[in-house]
Structures are given as structure tokens and as C-alpha cells.
């Protein structure tokens, strides 16, 4: 095993699929000459050349809307948006042609596409650049959602999205870019739309992902110094929602959080308790709390930024709360 | 172009009148739900056009669509299957009157957010671009389309990344119940393609064989210079917006003077003039036109409802 970056894993995935299938390629603003935003596309454009590395203009509805059209002709497009923010302009193609065309002409057209967007706050980017909205994507049949917490699972899961024959959108955090991992040697997959148990434990069980997984084995951390052992599951994938190890974990420990950075109301967290009361009510000792984004959009203010983003603490006080 | 093939065209045209005629009969029946926009007088605009492409060359379409459908290749018993959303539905009845598509007949649909599938046709021509073929993409879609911001994102890729795109507008001068000139900077909606530096013609819609000439032109010379190229084609619909339109916003007498240009009158009185036909040979070909469409409809409503399991899918292709 080789201890790599979030960036690394991800870069890696991209490279070895476009080593592996001469379909698959890259567009998106500034993802050939300039590197990539967050350089996950360095040195990309010098090896693959720009009919692999497509530079586009600042244009979100050419950019998915091409990636579809590409995909429906057979190509493998990985259609990047420089911040998941600016899928709010491609919106329609997002939800209304990539989630719809293959049901709603009967599956004549596949779109074999993938789109990656970074998201997350805690940059100082301020309320429009600082956004957790996949709760708002997850929302829509037609659609995979994928959010992985560790490099690990970033590079196989990526892996597995570019292979797919579904539109797939893959979101990264702006955060953990240098989050570093243990990654195994050599070629791997790993499934689209299955949790995992990130870490065992009996006490309470926290459902969570992405940033939210990073935050969460911190404070799982915390607890343990105090006896208290968190089970940690990780959902990696938003739609198709895999509830089995997470129910699984619930009822063993009959208590449990949800964590997440997005906004509480409507969110992940809002989904997950439900489905525990619908498939494990008879196994719930205790209210399940949701720890996530307080409801204001995001300040600039370091400060007052950090006070809106769930922390380590807050989970914490959460666990303690439902084993009181 | 050969008298067969000018035949078959008037042939394609009067199916596609009666066609939406009897279309128009089953939806006050309430056979058809949902919006269905008629392509009557309009006629002459995709039969010309897509007489003019190779089979190689793709088309994509707004939600008018079933004259685009039945020109494409589609047959009038999958057309009008689907409108009454059939199993046997060109889109296996999960589509209806505005997602029609065959790939089979490299028909990419039918999309109904106003202007949305001009980006997807720039990206059928990114994907025929990263495979070094010559394929031309045709994407046809209404004056309306022309002042949505997806148009010009389209256009400038288009043009940046050298696309094989042939852009049609079809102006049939009201965007749902607003004219051009009250909805477009520009009431000569060509001008637009010069803000992209891109190259543009016009022509009369209403005429058959004048939208054939120019679209074969404007086909070869996309394929040729590996550069998109836009027509506008003006022309008119007889009927209202979708089957819900009071028809406000425009008077008897305008609809009535450009009923006097019905395309297929015009295409009629060309193959006469020309003696490219004779009536009788045309009171034919309109009694074949009439016996297919009337085989459609019998097809249509004895077609079997779609399954139960249907609902659940083509949601995915890897499962979910």
C-alpha cells in the first residue's frame, strides 16, 4: 500500500482510464494548459494532447450539454466544473436531459459521462463559491451521485464512474485535495453504490461522507479516549443509496448521528433518518440527531465561516447527546 | 433530384398532414395527453432538409417533432404509437408527442426545454469530432430558441472548435404567442450567426425544393470546411402553438394569407407545372398517404398499453 494524496488518487484514475479506453477524455474550463483549478489535470494536456484535454470557454451548459451530446455517440466524456457552484447555470442538463434521456426515449441513448465538481466550504470563497448542494442532485432519478472521503476510494470509485454506462456526478472537496491515504498497488475498482464501515465500534453509529467522514474519524478519535466507540459508516455514493451497512450498524448499536456539511434541512441526514424509521424502527433507543451546515448562507469571515460548518466538536456533543 | 424521389417527398409531406390531422382528432379524444405541437404548414422545412443529408448525418429537433420523426425514417405506425403512448412507441410510450428518437435512423430527438438540445447537438458533433469522422450533425429549432443563452454557448463552441453543425432555424415568426420583433434583438434572426463569425443563408420554407437545394448546399459546405454553418428557413405554422392556444396574438386574416403558401399546394402545383407528375398520379400518391396513416391510427389504438414493469426501466443501465 502506498500512502498517496486525495489529488493523486484522483489524478491517477483519470490517467490510468484514459491510458485504459482511447473513448474516455476531458473537458472543462482550464483543465489543459493551465493544469486544472486545483491541479488535478497537471501535466494532462503535455501527455494526452488537447483532443484529450479539452479546454473550454466559460460556458456550463456547452460543457455538460456537449459531454451528453459526446456520450449518446459513444464517447466517454469526463466533463469537469471547475466548482459544483457553477452547476447551478447547467442545471438543465444536470437534472433534465443527463438524469432523463436514457429513460425517456425508451433506452435508445446511454450516456457513458462522468461529472466531476469540486464542493465544499471553508475557503473563505464566500455564499456563492462555498456550497455542499449534492443532497439537491441525489434528489433525481436517472442520476448516480458519488462523494468519496478517502483517497482510497476516490481513485477506485472515479475508476468505476468513468467505466460506467450511467451518468455519473462525482463530487470532490475543495478541502482535501491533500488529505493523504493509504492506496493499494496496481489496478482496482470499487462499486458504485455501496457503503462502508470506515471504522468499527458498538457505542453509536454515524452515518456520514465525504467531509464529513474526515471530521467524523476525528472525533470518533475524541470519543474513544473517553470509552465511547463509534461506528462509522460511510455512504460514498448518494444515489443509488446503499442502506444495508448502515442498518446493519443500527442495529447493533440502536443509536445514531448523521454528519454532514450541507445545509440540515431537506438534506443527506433528512434521507437517512428516514429510512432508519421506515426499515429499523423497532431497533431506535434514541432521537437520531443531524449534525450539518448551519442555515445561512456561507460568510466570508473566517471566523463566522467556521461557526456555519459542522465541526469535530459538534459531533462530539451530538454523540453524547443520543447516548445521554 | 430524380421524380421518384420528388414524388416521395410530396408523398412524406401529405402523410405527415394527415398524419396530424387525425393526431389533432385523437387528442380532442382524448387519446393523446399531454402538450402536442403541430407541424402543419411547416412541412416542407424538414422533408426538404433532410432529403438533403447523407444517413450518416444527424438530426435533432425541439418538441415539434413528428414530421421530423417521419421523415427521419421513423414509421407512422412507431409516430403515432407513441403519441398515444404505446408500448410499440417509437420511445416505447415513455416520451409522447415531444421525445421522439430512433438512433437506428440517427434521430436524436425531440427535446422540449426550448433551445436546451443545441448544446447536445454541439456535443453529438464534439463526439463525431473526436472520432475523425465527416458526420454532420443537422440541429433544427425554433425563432424562440434563437434568445436563450444555451443558443449562444452553442454557436461559440461551435464555431471555436470548428463543429461539423448545420444550426437550422426554423422561423415560423412566433416564439408560443410572441412575434420575433417583440422577442428578438434582431428581427433578421441570421444576423446572430455573425456575432460567431459564422456563415448564414435564408430561404423560403414554404417551398420544398428550395429548402432541399439550400440545405444540400449548406450540408456540403459544413462537411467540406469542417465549420458550422446556419440557415434560417422562414416559414409558418397553420395551427395554434400546442392544442391549448386561443390564438390571441395573431389575426384570421394573417393565418389565412399564409394558408394561401400551403407547401404542399405549392409542392403540388410544381410537380403538375413542371409535368414532373400528373394529378391523377398525385390523387394516388395522397390516397396512399391517407391508407398509411389510416393503418397507423388502427395500429396505434389496438397496440398494447406498456407493461407494469416498464415504469421501473432504462432509470439506469448498470442498475441501481
Known sequence: MAKITMREAISQALMEEM?????????????????????????????????????????????????????????????????????????????????????????????????????????????????????????????????????????????????????????????????????????????????????????????????????????????????????????????????????????????????????????????????????????????????????????????????????????????????? | MKKEQQLDLYYQMVVIRRAEERGAELYQAGKIGGFMHLYIGQEAVSTGLIAAREPRDRVITAYRDHGVAINCGISTKEMMAELLGKATGVSKGKGGSMHMASTEHNFWGGHAIVGGHLPVAAGLAIGDQYAENDNVTICMFGDGATNIGYFHEALNIAKTWGLRVLWVCENNQYGMGTSVERASAVSDIRQKADGYGMKSAEVDGMDVMKVYEASKEAIAYVRKNSEPYFLEINTYRFRGHSMGDPERYRKAEEVKKWQQEDPIGIFNKYLLDKKIATKKQLDEIEARAEQEVNEAVEFAENSPEPAMEELFTNVYVDGN
Open chain 1, 19 to 324: 491510458d485504459r479506453d482511447p473513448a474516455v477524455f476531458i473537458m472543462g474550463e482550464e483543465v489543459g494548459v493551465w493544469g486544472g483549478t486545483y491541479a488535478v489535470t497537471k501535466g494532462f494536456y503535455d501527455k494526452y494532447g488537447p483532443k484529450r484535454v479539452k479546454d473550454t470557454p466559460i460556458a456550463e451548459n456547452a460543457i455538460i450539454g456537449g459531454a451528453i451530446g459526446a456520450a449518446m455517440v459513444g464517447q466517454r466524456p469526463i466533463a469537469e466544473l471547475m466548482t459544483i457552484n457553477f452547476a447551478f447555470s447547467a442545471m438543465d442538463y444536470i437534472v433534465n436531459q443527463a438524469a432523463k434521456l436514457h429513460y425517456m426515449f425508451g433506452g435508445q441513448f446511454t450516456l457513458p459521462m462522468v461529472i466531476r465538481a469540486v464542493g465544499g466550504g471553508g475557503r473563505q470563497l464566500g455564499a456563492t463559491h462555498s456550497q455542499t448542494p449534492d443532497s439537491v442532485f441525489a434528489h433525481f432519478p436517472g442520476l448516480k451521485v458519488v462523494s468519496p472521503g478517502t483517497p482510497e476510494d476516490a481513485k477506485g470509485l472515479l475508476k468505476s464512474a468513468i467505466r460506467s454506462n450511467d451518468p455519473i456526478l462525482f463530487i470532490e472537496h475543495a478541502t482535501m485535495y491533500q488529505v493523504r491515504g493509504e492506496v493499494p498497488e496496481g489496478e482496482y475498482t470499487i462499486p458504485i453504490g455501496k457503503s462502508k464501515v470506515q471504522r468499527t465500534g458498538k457505542d453509536l453509529t454515524i452515518v456520514t461522507y465525504c467531509k464529513g467522514l474526515e471530521l467524523s474519524m476525528k472525533a470518533a478519535e475524541e470519543l474513544s479516549k473517553e470509552g465511547i466507540e463509534a461506528e462509522i459508516v460511510d455512504l460514498r455514493t448518494l444515489r443509488p443509496l446503499d442502506m444495508e451497512p448502515v442498518l446493519e450498524s443500527f442495529k447493533k448499536t440502536n443509536r445514531a448521528i448523521v454528519v454532514e456539511e450541507g445545509w440540515k434541512s431537506y438534506g443527506v441526514g433528512s434521507e437517512i433518518v428516514s429510512r432508519i424509521y421506515e426499515e429499523a424502527f423497532d431497533y431506535i433507543d434514541a432521537p437520531i440527531i443531524r449534525v450539518a451546515q448551519k442555515e445561512v448562507p456561507l460568510p466570508y469571515n473566517r471566523t463566522l465561516e467556521q461557526a456555519a460548518l459542522p465541526q469535530v466538536a459538534d459531533i462530539i456533543s451530538a454523540a453524547k447527546e443520543v447516548l445521554r
